[in-house]
């Protein structure tokens, strides 16, 4: 693999190619996970062929560890993606060709707070359709910023359990909006 790198590293491109190849089906599991506004599967999927590419240009040669430098850089790469650390800006390659002033503060126009407010009456109607249980811990977990272990010890249960609880309600508030 070593010897591959070393050519993708000379702008081989059939070398680049293969090292895709051996990726391909770690970058569509790893795309079919996330769920990002505005990207669909093949912009997630680019995204990862896109990891390879970095990685085979920051590999330093001689460290035989390229799979797993290569593995770990596509699933950090989705994380940083869903966090918003990675901004794309697809619309505009080229942010010297807008002309609008970025020095002041962006103001909410009229149809921001309208989308605004529908997603939050979407979110309660959902929120409404979980058993109650599930209802508490979401609120006491994102809203009360409240620690899922000190959730699970109020209640007398399992850390692991209020886990799947939580992770279970955010899967039916998902689906249901």
């Known amino acids: 693999m070593e ?7 000379t702008k081989e491109e059939s070398a680049t190619e293969e090292i895709m ?3 391909k089906y770690l970058i569509f599991k790893e795309a079919s996970k996330y769920h990002i506004p ?3 599967f093949e912009d997630l999927v680019q995204h990862g062929y896109l990891s390879v590419l970095k990685a085979i240009a920051m590999y330093k040669l001689g460290s035989n560890s390229f799979n797993g430098y290569c593995i770990n850089a596509i699933k950090m ?5 869903l966090k918003g650390k990675i901004k794309h800006f697809r619309e505009t390659p ?3 060709l807008l002309d609008f002033d ?4 962006y103001e909410f126009t ?4 309208v989308i605004a407010h529908d997603e939050v009456k979407k979110l309660y109607v959902a929120l409404d359709k979980l058993d109650p ?6 609120n006491r977990y994102y809203f009360m910023e409240q620690p899922l272990g000190e959730i699970a010890c109020d209640m007398d249960k399992g850390y692991h359990q209020f886990s799947r609880m939580k992770r279970k309600a955010l899967n039916k508030l998902r689906t249901l909006m």
């Open 3 to 9: 010897k591959l790198v070393e050519k993708a590293k």
């Open 21 to 23: 190849e051996k990726f």
């Open 38 to 40: 505005s990207y669909d």
């Open 77 to 81: 790469n989705f994380r940083a993606l």
């Open 94 to 96: 080229n942010s010297d």
């Open 102 to 105: 970025t020095s002041g503060d």
């Open 110 to 113: 009229l149809e921001d707070e």
């Open 133 to 138: 249980t599930e209802r508490d811990i979401l």
